[in-house]
C-alpha cells in the first residue's frame, strides 16, 4: 500500500524559503507521477507541480520560477524547493502520487481527487508579509 508522509512545512516571512519533503513508500509501478497540491479554507485544491518518473515536469504558473523539485532516491524522498516565498503561498500543501501512468495529469480542483489515487495528511506553509 503506498504510503506518502509530508514535513518541512512552518512559517516564513515573505521572500523566504522552505523546503517541503514527500517520504513514498509501498507502490510497485514503474511508471508514476508525484504531484504537489495546496489547498486554503473555502478554496478548490490547487495543482502546484508535477514530476513524472521519466522526469517531465509541470508547474503551475503562479510558482513557476520560484519552486523546484529535487529528489533523494536512497530515501525514496521528494523535495519541493520553495523561494521567494509570497503571503499567497499559504496554503497546506499535499503531496499525491497517480500510479501506473505514462504521463502526469495537470489538475487543479474536484478532479484532482479523483485522478490521483494516493494522498499524503498534508503540511501547513505560512507565509507573512
Known amino acids: 500500500q503506498v504510503q506518502l508522509v509530508e514535513s518541512g512545512g512552518g512559517s516564513v516571512q515573505a521572500g523566504g524559503s522552505l523546503r517541503l519533503a514527500c517520504a513514498a513508500s509501498?507502490?510497485?509501478?514503474?511508471?508514476?507521477?508525484m504531484a504537489w497540491f495546496r489547498q486554503v479554507p473555502g478554496k478548490e485544491r490547487e495543482g502546484v507541480a508535477f514530476?513524472?518518473?521519466?522526469?517531465?515536469?509541470s508547474y503551475a504558473d503562479s510558482v513557476k520560477g520560484r519552486f523546484t523539485f529535487s529528489k533523494d532516491n536512497a530515501k525514496n524522498t521528494l523535495y519541493l524547493e520553495m523561494n521567494s516565498l509570497k503571503p499567497e503561498d499559504t496554503a497546506m500543501y499535499y503531496c499525491?502520487?497517480?500510479?501506473?501512468?505514462?504521463?502526469?495529469?495537470?489538475?487543479?480542483?474536484?478532479?484532482?481527487?479523483?485522478?490521483?489515487?494516493?494522498w499524503g495528511q498534508g503540511t501547513q506553509v505560512t507565509v507573512s508579509s
Open positions: 499525491a502520487v497517480d500510479e501506473g501512468v505514462h504521463r502526469c495529469t495537470v489538475v487543479s480542483g474536484p478532479e484532482a481527487r479523483y485522478e490521483y489515487n494516493y
Open positions: 509501498g507502490w510497485t509501478y514503474s511508471f508514476y507521477c
Open positions: 514530476i513524472h518518473s521519466d522526469g517531465n515536469t
